[in-house]
């Protein structure tokens, strides 16, 4: 008998890993071998054809390793693999919360088991290679534990209050649902600074000085309350820089990499800090928390439709249908629409950046110094000066860096 299902997964799979790799290929090939006016005197010829020759070896390891999950997935579909999972985790006879969990607890598990070797690639190999990674091997492997462990954890307190809705509530189940994943996820984010970010870096507060003294005259002329300016060590792990805002609240937390503070001077710290500081001005955290919340909740209606559906079963070779697996496959149908919204959050986003860039140089007067510190920003990463159009569309949450700054260079002439 045809299951509609199946080719539909089938495409979805194999047609979006094809689509990414077009994608992929078209920014490699896109990338100018001609360095850009403005960053002459920033980037010396060699350093920047080893930022793209940077970008061409994380694009490539990216698509192996999608190409990697993608087979796994489909050939894992089309044996049954998924119904053995089920039927091992039905052999301990728990119940259908605890089950879920043993089912989704091996899959992940097996998942993130692929997913190491890869990450020990992008750190050891690539990352060593262009200069950027400080992370030792039991670093490494520690935090291979803790993201293990956490993840478990997390997971495994929202996929129990889903399962347990789904299976108790009726057909309000997807609301119910989304209120405690939505409050869940309000606990974690105010608890997040204080307790499981501190679990992989060291926050120390920003000891006095000129660059602290700079950012409480700025922060004051803009009637900022700041609850905390902390210095990070992201230097244990990598030479790579960047700053951001996290938290509400009394755990609302500045976050410097200490990286930043060694490579920036006073005044392009500032800016930088400012633009931060813009994004909370704009309730730019709020919106977008906001969205996320909007889409989980979509998400969550679309799929009390699929629970129980027996020809969706059917494409997995599944001898049972359970609530469960309802939700574990539902997930591929909903990636086309989940990349949809990624497309349209991403336009968001890079709207309220360059209202951030705005915000800064306004506020703190100061645009030589933002767009010394973006320059910086791009060169101590290698960033990519030359993205596809179709590569920023679909992908980046920031706009360009060239983009950025003809934007700041055309308000401020």
């Known amino acids: 008998m045809h299951n509609f299902y ?15 790799v077009i994608i992929e290929k078209l920014d490699i090939h896109h990338a100018s071998p001609i360095l850009p006016r403005e960053f002459e005197g920033y980037y010396d010829p060699e350093k920047y054809a080893r930022s793209q020759s940077y970008l061409r070896e994380k694009i490539y390891l990216g698509l192996i390793e999608g190409m ?16 053995l999972i089920d039927i091992f985790a039905r052999s ?17 598990t097996l998942s993130y088991m692929v997913s190491i070797p890869f990450s020990a690639v992008r750190t050891f190999v690539i990352e060593e290679k262009y200069g950027f990674n400080r992370t030792t091997r039991k670093t490494f492997t520690v935090d291979v534990i803790k993201h293990f462990i956490l993840t478990v954890i ?18 309000a189940a997807w609301f119910y649902s989304w209120i405690a994943v939505t409050a869940f996820q309000i606990f974690i984010i105010f608890i997040a600074p204080v307790t499981i970010m501190p679990l992989f870096n060291k926050f120390t507060p920003l000891e006095d000085g000129e660059l602290k003294n700079a950012i409480v005259g700025y922060a004051a ?24 805002f996290t938290g509400f609240g ?39 928390f906001t969205t996320a919340v909007l889409s989980i909740g979509l998400m969550l209606f679309m799929m009390s439709f699929f629970i129980g559906n027996r020809g969706l079963a059917a494409a997995f070779k599944m001898d049972n249908v359970s609530i469960y697996t309802g939700l574990f496959f539902f997930t591929f149908l909903y990636e086309p629409i989940n990349a949809i919204f990624s497309v349209i959050t991403n336009y968001i986003t890079r709207r309220f950046e360059s209202a951030a860039d ?31 159009p179709i590569k920023v569309f679909l992908t980046y949450s920031h706009p360009p860096v060239m983009t950025r700054i003809e934007m700041i260079r055309r308000r401020n002439p």
């Open 250 to 288: 009394k755990y609302r937390r500045i976050v410097l990499y200490d990286t930043l503070i060694e490579k920036m001077k006073v005044d392009e710290l500032v800016a930088v800090l400012a633009h931060e500081i813009g994004h909370y001005k704009h309730r730019d955290i709020f919106k977008g």
């Open 68 to 83: 990697t999950f993608t087979i796994i997935v489909t050939v894992s579909t089309l044996a049954g693999w998924f119904n």
């Open 6 to 20: 199946l080719p539909v997964i089938l495409l979805i799979l194999i047609g979006g890993y094809v689509v990414n």
């Open 92 to 108: 301990f006879h728990r119940g259908p919360i605890i089950t879920g969990l043993l089912f989704f607890g091996i899959l992940f």
């Open 154 to 171: 997390v997971g495994a307190v929202m996929l129990s209050a889903v399962l347990w809705f789904f299976g108790s509530t009726g057909s």
């Open 221 to 244: 002329s803009q009637d900022f309350k700041l609850q905390g300016i902390y210095k990070m060590d992201a230097s244990r792990r990598s030479s790579k820089s960047n700053a951001f």
């Open 358 to 388: 705005e915000f800064s140089v306004i506020t703190y007067k100061q645009p030589e110094a933002m767009i010394n510190a973006l320059k910086r920003l791009s060169v101590d990463n290698l960033t990519n000066l030359t993205p596809h």
